[in-house]
């Protein structure tokens, strides 16, 4: 597996170019601040003034497209350490099209896929038997899953990893709790339930936008991060910035001013595992 080094670790942003491809969520005023292409040379100085030095890129549009753009600007770019793409589940070619990103260009950087389960209506999407079909396929391949999905669909997940024995999965944004509602039931109580499965490990982030994004404070956010430190422990705890999309609620550096808020309780060791372990470990990003 080819491996760059690492310090701190965004484990979770997004690139996009609108002049190559539409990103159809982006839409109406509210949106605004993030109407517009954002590109690795956007991140980098705000990466470098943060001590960050090695990122996860992860997909934002579901189709096929966009993964072998993705792979090609980590093979270009020293900032990416690894590729989170997307795959189509329920292919019967799954086991195929994976190969294929990881034998093409830039295909060593591909370290997991996901696809927007939030946007499902089915909240047993995950649990279908052609879904789960699809999770052993990603696991027979050595990648991680990320888990995006609202806290409705967490027992649905719960599910799919005990169905999947061999599997790793990744929970992005700790399932979107509704931190703007101050609400942690039965948020919290699904959650530890899904931290429970050993495979399966948080990203700290994404919380900032659950939030009321003009008025919120670290204070209300704290509540739903404990619980996350607490369900899972902080070896499998990875913070990301979830960049360019917290623009909406604060800027890059305000979402890691806010994780060093959250883990100020935590030892040094813990520290560094969600600041840079946790991930490096999930995706092979090799040794600091």
């Known amino acids: 597996m080819t491996t760059r080094p690492v310090g701190v670790v965004d484990a979770h942003h997004h690139v996009w170019d609108l002049a190559v491809r539409d990103q159809d969520w982006i839409r109406g005023d509210a949106m605004a601040p993030i109407a517009r292409s954002f590109g690795l040379d956007d991140l980098r100085p705000e990466a470098a003034a943060r001590g960050v030095v090695t990122t996860v890129l992860v997909q ?20 990416v350490g690894a590729v989170t793409g997307w795959a189509d589940l329920t292919s019967p070619a799954l086991a195929d099209d994976l190969a294929a990103l990881q034998e093409g260009p830039g295909g060593r950087w591909l370290r997991a896929v996901r696809h927007q389960v939030q946007h499902e209506p089915d909240p047993r999407w995950l649990a279908r038997p052609d879904v789960v079909r699809g999770l052993a396929t990603v696991a027979a391949a050595g990648l991680a899953y990320e888990l995006l999905v609202l806290p409705h669909q967490l027992p649905a997940a719960v599910e799919a990893v005990r169905a999947v024995p061999d599997g790793r999965f990744v929970l992005d944004h700790c399932a979107k709790p509704p931190v703007a509602a101050g609400t942690l039931e039965p948020w919290s109580r699904d959650l530890r339930t899904l931290a429970a499965e050993p495979a399966v490990t948080c990203k700290l982030s994404g919380l900032v936008t659950e939030a009321a994004w003009a008025t919120w404070t670290p204070a209300e956010v704290a509540p739903f991060a404990d619980v996350v430190l607490d369900a899972f422990g902080a070896d499998r705890v990875m913070a990301g910035s979830d960049w360019p999309v917290c623009l909406l609620a604060t800027t890059y550096g305000g979402v890691w001013d806010l994780a060093r808020d959250l883990l100020a309780g935590c030892s040094p060791s813990e520290r560094d595992a969600v600041l840079r372990a946790t991930a490096t470990r999930v995706y092979g990003l090799g040794a600091a």
Do not use: R
């Open 60 to 79: 934002t549009v579901v189709g096929p497209d966009e993964t072998p753009d993705l792979l090609a600007l980590a093979d270009g770019d020293p900032l």
